[in-house]
């Protein structure tokens, strides 16, 4: 893998305001993705992975959502302050997304294949016919049969509509993809499948990939590095192995601790307690304090320092470092 930074997120602030509340969705995150690299951003519901996601496609609905704070740069330039043509070329080109429900992706009254041509000609100076042909070959590598071209998308699966979008998602070759919880809505059998196409394509196209997920399973597969969110705070990031070897953040562990163990019948699954905090209404001090086992006073009066180098985590204390001697 190349050691050049194509995604570059620094001290992202996202805030979603009306005229009751203001949630504050994203906290501060800074992150790098390398080219042909995979990074894996991790969290329960409402941590602000889909967020993150929407504002480096800089897709945030505005109003309610602000970008207050921080920078996306993206091969260099920062999308912040992009044009909506900037945006448009970079969509696609530069940066696709998966998103997590194929069906609302998809426009229910045209056929499955106008649409994939749509994207083709829209970003490309090419014939129909051409267009028409590239898509019909991608089809048939995401294992859709080409025949499928003048079908709706209520005519297909919900496997093979996710393959579709994923194919929309490649038509114009992007250098980042991010996948916003590709499987979510598909059995067991049928996530692998398209994991494995998305992992193929990746190395066949070279893509540097965001892939969201609460599963840390499917991250283990699929990336090099991993971001744990958390309340809109990204509180431990590092390689794969780093992470899931030496958790160093109480909800990373925690993570680890409630997922079952198949090699020993035995462990008994410790549940992290509580809910996540209320974007709209966030603790003092550290967000996780209130569901953390390891709570001092300081974790309920100031935010934590970020600790490490290669492998970060935001804690007041080091608690497990004595585990690695």
């Known amino acids: 893998m190349g050691n050049n930074v194509l995604l570059d997120v620094k001290n992202l602030h996202v805030h979603y305001v009306t005229s009751e509340i203001t949630a504050k969705a994203v906290n501060g995150i800074d992150f790098t993705v390398r080219a042909g690299e995979a990074l894996g951003l991790v969290g329960e519901t409402g941590a602000g992975k889909t967020t993150t996601a929407l504002s480096i ?26 044009t909506d043509k900037q945006n448009r070329d970079m969509r696609g080109n530069g940066i696709a997304m998966i998103f997590q429900d194929p069906m609302t992706a998809l426009n229910p009254i045209m056929t499955v294949g106008a649409q994939l041509a749509e994207v083709v000609l829209t970003h490309e100076k090419v014939s129909k016919a051409e267009a028409k042909k590239r898509v019909m070959e991608l089809l048939e590598i995401v294992g859709v049969k080409s025949d499928r071209y003048d ?21 114009c070759n992007p250098k980042l993809l991010i996948a916003d919880e590709p499987t979510t809505a598909l059995d067991v059998t049928i996530q692998a499948q398209v994991l494995d196409i998305i992992n193929k394509l990746r190395e066949q196209y070279k893509m ?11 991250v283990a ?5 991993v ?9 431990e990031t590092g390689s794969v192995r780093d992470v899931y070897l030496h958790p160093k953040h109480p909800y990373t562990r925690g993570l680890f601790d409630s997922i079952p163990k198949m090699d020993d019948d035995a462990a008994e699954l410790i549940p992290i307690e509580g809910t996540i905090s209320n974007a709209a209404d966030l603790p003092d001090g550290c967000y996780f304090h209130p569901r953390c086992r390891y709570c001092q006073e300081i974790c309920k009066t100031q935010q934590p320092p970020q600790r490490g180098e290669e492998h970060k985590f935001m804690c007041h204390f080091d608690l497990f470092s004595k585990e690695e001697a």
């Open 208 to 218: 540097s990939m965001i892939l969201i997920t609460h599963d840390l399973g499917v």
């Open 57 to 82: 496609m800089q897709l945030i609905p505005d109003p309610p959502g602000i970008i207050v704070d921080g920078e996306i740069n993206f091969e260099g330039n920062n999308v912040i302050f992009n």
């Open 227 to 235: 971001a744990i969110m958390y309340a809109g705070q990204i509180v």
């Open 221 to 225: 597969e699929t990336c090099d590095d």
């Open 151 to 171: 079908d709706y998308p209520h005519q297909f699966s919900g496997g093979q509509k996710q393959r579709v979008v994923i194919a929309m998602s490649l038509l």
